[in-house]
């Protein structure tokens, strides 16, 4: 007995350039559509008569894509959903975009009208899901990369005999974050990304950090004041280690100048907030 079913289009690219004034635009999403509904024929009988081609859910994304004005990944994803809704049988549908940002290059200390710059891995996510009449709408960054070179400790951790950690006061802290928001069932502004980006970034760097769960919880406190449309936060902190190297044998100091960068393995502090 088939107990459930979903399918869809995966990593459809779409770049689109709102050329509707002097100074160009580019919006750069990767969307994923996905349906669930009333398919067990298709998978059981090998009957099509409901199963609508994945290669039709490109098709549609890019033709709205050329009918509606794309502002925000948020209300094109609705857009999306509630044509996909319409089909026969559905009765589930998401909708995942990732939007890369593309910045605008200055020549001659100018903004230049349609010359742009993709600066760093840092993109922008929203998933938006129609089940049963009921649309919710999570939007995020992702790959945003922070450090900071003082203000941040770590020590009054308990120890055992294989903690072999030294306390510090004044250490290295970097992340490469990322942050989900749900927005409110009422909501109809997304253009909240901005204003929750700048809180997370300007908290981490001000927060005086006993610990990454510390600056995670301030963090997290700072987006959902700065949002009233957002009805909780989702951060996750990867602790990009960066350890001071002993240039003792070398007959040399090292007053936190001198630093190994790591990869791997890293702490990874997670955490939701609510109002």
């Known amino acids: 007995m088939l107990s459930w079913n979903r399918y869809g289009k995966s990593r459809i690219r779409l770049v689109k350039v709102d050329r509707s004034r002097p100074e160009h635009r580019v919006i750069d999403l990767t969307i994923d559509v996905q349906l669930e509904g009333a398919f067990d024929q298709v998978y059981r009988d090998g009957d099509n008569a409901q199963c609508l081609p994945t290669d039709t859910m490109k098709n549609t994304v890019y033709a709205l894509a050329r009918q509606h004005h794309i502002d925000q990944a948020e209300p094109f994803a609705l857009q999306l959903a509630d044509h996909f809704g319409r089909t026969p049988g559905v009765s589930k549908v998401a909708i995942a975009a990732v939007e890369q940002p593309w910045s605008r290059l200055a020549v ?3 903004p230049h009208p349609h010359a742009f710059v993709q600066a760093g891995a840092e993109q922008w996510t929203c998933r938006t899901t129609r089940d049963a009449g009921v649309t919710t709408v999570r939007s995020g960054v992702t790959n945003l990369v922070l450090l900071k070179t003082t203000d941040s400790a770590f020590a009054g ?23 989900t928001w749900t927005y409110r ?13 700048a809180a997370l970034v300007e908290t981490f760097a001000a927060h005086d950090s006993a610990s990454v769960q510390h600056t995670l919880h301030a963090m997290g406190e700072a987006a959902l004041g700065a949002v009233g449309d957002i009805a909780d936060i989702t951060l996750a902190l990867p602790n990009r280690h960066h350890l001071l190297v002993d240039l003792g044998p070398f007959g040399m100091d090292n007053p936190n100048e001198i630093f190994l960068a790591t990869d791997q393995p890293f702490g990874l502090i997670e955490a939701t907030l609510r109002r």
């Not at 005999?161 to 004044?170: P, Q």
């Open 185 to 197: 069932t009422d909501a109809h502004d997304f253009t909240a990304r901005e204003r929750i980006r």
């Open 157 to 179: 951790f308990p120890r055992d005999e294989y903690t072999t950690l030294a306390e510090t006061r004044d250490r290295m802290l970097a992340t490469s974050m990322t942050a």
């Open 108 to 110: 001659n200390g100018r």
